[in-house]
């Protein structure tokens, strides 16, 4: 379970929520430039745009849940159990491993019809990072200043859809979100309004009631309805600050609390982070699970031509971030 | 539009939204034991329990939106137009505007229990504070650490209810949002189980769907809805941090986005701040629309003996939370 | 559980359905004018307008579910357990045994003001019609070709409600139904309109988009909902016939088949019968559970004069409903 | 818009609506075993196996709606614009215009199965009955007293689906409606449980609340779920009479009253028809708008030997159909 969210009101705020049942191991990575990226069944990208994001970092390799180049393009992966099919290497094609293929395109592509293009020669393997990691289950959202995609590899084969929701959750596949989504196109932001009848003399006893209807569970499809009545409603502000606080905000409204919702397995699926990416300034933010401060790392602010990670381990931003700003005292 | 929430899961965490379509002004204030609270019917209180909440202040008095005293004793009220009844002075109650019902309760009572005995005996007039500041048509969420009431003020007289749900949004009264409450009755956060039918091999493709059905838009009963599910839900964790996050994200799930919700006289409402009281430590815990950062205020930390309010106005936090906390650099 | 309908698209069509968990035993009746009416605590009426309705009879008295008079008064009693409260006599009220209500309105009044004016001076009593029937908890739909009322009982006393949906399930009291009715103020028989998004190029996949939102399910106020949504938005059509099969067709969306309500001794609840009234033609069309005719009673076909009950029994309606009207044959 | 329903309870009780925003013409046609079979691509079928149903009959020719045959496989064509795709005649199928494989599937197949075996044969043409009859973009559901199948020429071809909900109805494709049905699996007949909180005593206020939550527009997708509800939950009785009253009552739940539901060239969609198929007695029901008796006729009671069709036109019907069965009189 997962929200991710693309909104162009001001530029591109990119963000997602990270929701699973146990501690994933995150760090926030900055991968400069001249990182070398291997590929299993490619030659090694040795130098590429730099990336930023949260990844699971192993034998020094950054397995990224989601982040941005040094272009603006963003990107990030959601659960897409039972319906992502990853497929045989094939001669003709780019043979990536699910791993590989955010730091592939982050790495080479500066633009999100770019990243589309490329796309349409590369093969997703089911290639194990190592024998206790098989690939992941995913579907990405892409997104540049201007564009968002969805790109699923299913049984079909490689399809990418225009997202112009700007907004992806898990399944079912995108175009049935999409079709699903179509149910709610009578509800609105706008003030109550009495379409029901003429003979009944309502009187609003409050705001809101024009999207009664809109979904409040954290079931995938809910998720994508809500998040994209909010994404395509909410306007982003001017300043950054304002840009991210909206972002969080909307992701708020999607997150999962601990508590609401049973895992599979036992226990309880909840919003492990939040993060944003500003596409204008190359400054990824990041709020973790019992954070009460946003952190955040610019990009640029980092040595980019380097050939060495960048990490910032979850104590180091616990200690950052766990705590309030505290006001006042004797 | 706001919504109230006290988490009993680990003491009381007491938090709220305050969601209007305009800037309040309010600020963060703690009101000492001896700071004179001058009330219009009343022998003013010279010396009562030591305060901590949001205020608009307004010729050095406070108008509390919410607060919490130094007993662990914790109040909101929250917006009941339509509904909420103030009458004129009765000579055989204690007489009480509006403005001044919270800092007379939470400057008298220690526990819920003795603030809902107090309210027996009062009756809330229409007294204006000023010419320009008529009384706000509320109700009020009061919670300490074992108990929550609701009490609100209508035609039929001063209603006190216990609120097993610990929530409290805005119309209708109390005891209507818990008649329709039990309308989802059927929702759950456990495992997506097939009552349909066992003619049908559902495969779920997710979790959460057990509590589809659960409203998502922001009208006054949805959220109510809302936030009662995950209020009666979702645990606060054991440490002071897990407990306020916890809340936070709760009150996440029910915040109004700008550009969701039209307000009536035009532009949108939205959620002004989140705040949270923690009963354990006194702490006053304050996230402004905009900020990045949770501040806050451990009343032990002040002169509580004092006769002066203390004040952090919306620049001074502004300055303090307005930005991430940044990782790195070169 | 039962839902009640008045229509005034063309004069007065006034139904009913009957849900309940086992067979009830009615008969059709027509009660005529000089049917000596005894009541409890009254002198009993030896005249009174002619009425015809589904009524239980025991020792010849017709326990009354619904009907008409032949005024074109039409008056229907529905279950509102945990809610009817009826009291004591009283000395300065005309007190009436719950059983004796129906009649008593309807043999007295003509029209629907002139029933809520006498129920001003009404007081229900808890008088039994036998040691083995206590009185049924219900309130009313009472209604003429002008308007519609609902009158219920409730521990403040006796409270009478113009019914401007025009229709009438069970719980809640009727004005908390017409406050949760607001919440749906938006939905609309109107085409599918785009209201979510201009960013999203919606192409509506079939009609009736307009009203999703709409609750399916028997509980009693997602029928409140249903049938006001139908009653305020279906019209009744020109003829007789029209306006009966309009009626019949909305409560049809409405009524419980049987096996998808569990009832709370065991067993389902399920719709016994369907019932319309013209007020128009005095005539009472009644569906039963298993006919696929419907039939009817013209109540100014009989001797109107008498004094004797007229009585239509299931076994008599259920030959001559029971079956198809063939077609054809070699 | 319709919805149809294949009801396994007790055999095969197999139904439909018809719901459509102008009248139709349809008329009960029995065609019996020689009345020839003209098929515009194949060899005329001179004799078959005889079918009852309700048609728009043209130049002698029955266009079929829905309908059974003598060994009880039924059948019904629902709308599905935007989705059916009918294809140029291939040289290796057997090319049926669209009017031609409903009397192609029932002259030829006695089982479901057998109908889903011939059907991967089978190439549906875009030819016109005439100048004036473009083919109409449908789907079919198929049922015998065993099993259901729905029917989908679309864009990737031939699509056959075993339907264990046993309905259908418009778009979206079957698969998206059954993934989108399992968002519902949670609802369930049974009596109301608290599965929200056990802190809160909720005590019901009525029967049914264990399906809140099931949609009640009318527009497809809605439904879908609310027939297959009732079609998994509700059973269909021992004798004749009960297995069509049952379905008749599903139906009804589903149908489109006059006026709820705004066509798009103006007007208003609403049923226009009831039938129900007894696959048992060979008995072919029929109720039209504006009908108050159920009209039948049983196949085995006409000529099938015959090669002339027996037609039951709408006045027919009407004049039988169209008043109530009268009780009494003086």
Redesign the interface.
């Known amino acids: 379970?997962c929200t991710a969210i693309a909104n162009h009101g001001g530029g591109l705020y990119f963000g997602r929520t990270l929701d699973y049942h146990a501690p994933m191991g995150e760090e926030?990575v900055?991968i400069p430039r001249n990182f070398p990226l291997i590929l299993r069944r490619q030659p090694r990208a040795e130098s590429h745009y730099a990336i930023a994001g949260a990844a699971l970092v192993r034998q020094d390799y950054p397995l990224l849940f989601d982040g941005m180049n040094e272009k603006g393009l963003c990107m990030a992966g959601l659960n897409f159990a039972?319906n992502a099919v990853y497929l045989p290497a094939k001669s003709d094609k780019i043979n990536l491993a699910q791993f590989e293929f955010m730091p592939y395109i982050l790495g080479s592509c500066a633009f999100a019809e770019e990243a589309v293009a490329a796309i349409k020669d590369i093969n997703i393997t089911s290639d194990r990072f190592s024998a206790d990691m098989p690939p992941a289950p995913l579907h990405w959202l892409i997104a540049d200043r201007s564009r968002a995609f969805v790109v699923e590899f299913v049984k079909e084969g490689a399809m990418v859809y225009e997202d112009?929701?700007g907004v992806l959750t898990?399944?079912?596949p995108f175009p049935?979100q999409m079709?699903?989504?179509?149910?709610?196109?009578?509800?609105?932001?706008?003030?109550?309004?009495?379409?029901?009848?003429k003979?009944?003399?309502?009187?609003?006893?409050?705001?809101?009631?024009?999207?009664?209807?809109?979904?409040?569970?954290?079931?995938?499809?809910?998720?994508f309805?809500?998040a994209?009545?909010?994404n395509?409603?909410?306007?982003c502000?001017v300043s950054e600050?304002?840009g991210?606080?909206?972002l969080?905000?909307?992701l708020?409204?999607v997150?999962?609390?601990?508590?609401?919702?049973?895992?599979?397995g036992g226990g309880?699926?909840s919003?492990l982070y939040f993060s944003c990416c500003s596409a204008q300034s190359g400054?990824y933010?990041y709020l973790p699970?019992?954070?009460?401060?946003?952190?955040?790392?610019?990009m640029f602010?980092?040595?980019l031509n380097s050939a060495r990670l960048?990490r910032?381990s979850a104590s180091?931003?616990s200690s950052?971030?766990?705590?309030?700003?505290?006001?006042?005292?004797?």
């Open positions: 379970m926030i900055v039972g112009l929701a898990n399944n079912p049935v079709a699903m989504l179509s149910n709610y196109m009578n509800l609105s932001p706008a003030l109550p309004r009495n379409n029901f009848s003979k009944l003399p309502f009187t609003p006893s409050g705001m809101g009631f024009g999207a009664i209807g809109l979904p409040g569970d954290v079931s995938p499809q809910s998720r309805a809500r994209a009545f909010l395509c409603n909410c306007s502000g600050t304002e991210v606080c909206n969080f905000s909307m708020g409204c997150s999962v609390p601990y508590g609401c919702c049973a895992a599979e309880f699926e919003t400054t933010y699970r019992g954070g009460l401060k946003v952190c955040a790392v610019n602010s980092q040595d960048a910032y180091v931003i950052l971030c766990g705590g309030a700003e505290m006001l006042g005292g004797k």
